[in-house]
């Protein structure tokens, strides 16, 4: 598992709510690469729940959203929009929990429509959501012009 280098780290005005590492206010997650998956872990917080000590729907669909475009951007080299998004809620998820884990990889391609599946499991390996997200993908002159060069991944593997 290598982690991936953000193409939009040195960006003054990246602000990503789930993935810029300057939002104060976001959800701060990074990105590793498994093989074919892309691999993130997060650890909730009490200001993201919506039931007391159960996290917000919305920040579970927001974390397999974000996951599904890190797969656009390592696997494909580009970018794109979300096309379309259905989350799957199985179980809560508690803001007390100490790790989540988000898994997500292509399993369709139709010209620029891309399908991934996404899964969220809690610190107990017990699938909490998944989803599904198709983004549609931009031609390498609009991911250029949207501030995209590549993606790449630090050289060091890590083991979890």
């Known amino acids: 598992m290598r982690k991936i280098k953000s193409p939009w780290k040195d960006s003054g005005d990246f602000q990503c709510f789930a993935c810029s590492p300057k939002n104060p206010n976001g959800l701060q997650m990074e990105f590793y690469e498994d093989g074919e998956?892309?691999?993130?872990?997060?650890?909730?917080k009490?200001?993201?729940?919506?039931?007391?000590?159960?996290?917000?729907?919305?920040?579970?669909?927001?974390?397999?959203?974000?996951?599904a475009s890190w797969v656009i951007t390592r696997k494909l080299q580009t970018?794109?929009?979300t096309s379309q998004l259905c989350v799957r809620f199985k179980r809560p998820v508690s803001t007390d929990d100490h790790?989540?884990?988000?898994?997500?990889?292509?399993?369709?391609?139709r010209r620029n429509l891309v399908t991934?599946?996404?899964?969220?499991?809690?610190s107990f390996n017990k699938l909490c959501a998944d989803g599904e997200a198709v983004y549609?993908?931009?031609?390498?002159?609009k991911a250029h012009e949207m501030g995209f060069?590549?993606?790449?991944?630090?050289?060091e593997q890590l083991l979890f």
């Open 46 to 67: 009490a200001e993201f729940q919506g039931w007391v000590k159960v996290l917000h729907g919305g920040i579970i669909s927001t974390l397999i959203d974000e996951i």
């Open 99 to 109: 790790q989540l884990t988000l898994r997500a990889r292509i399993v369709g391609q």
């Open 79 to 81: 970018t794109g929009v």
């Open 136 to 141: 549609f993908t931009f031609n390498e002159a």
């Open 149 to 155: 060069t590549k993606c790449e991944v630090e050289d």
């Open 116 to 122: 991934i599946h996404a899964e969220l499991t809690d």
């Open 37 to 44: 998956d892309i691999v993130s872990f997060w650890r909730p």
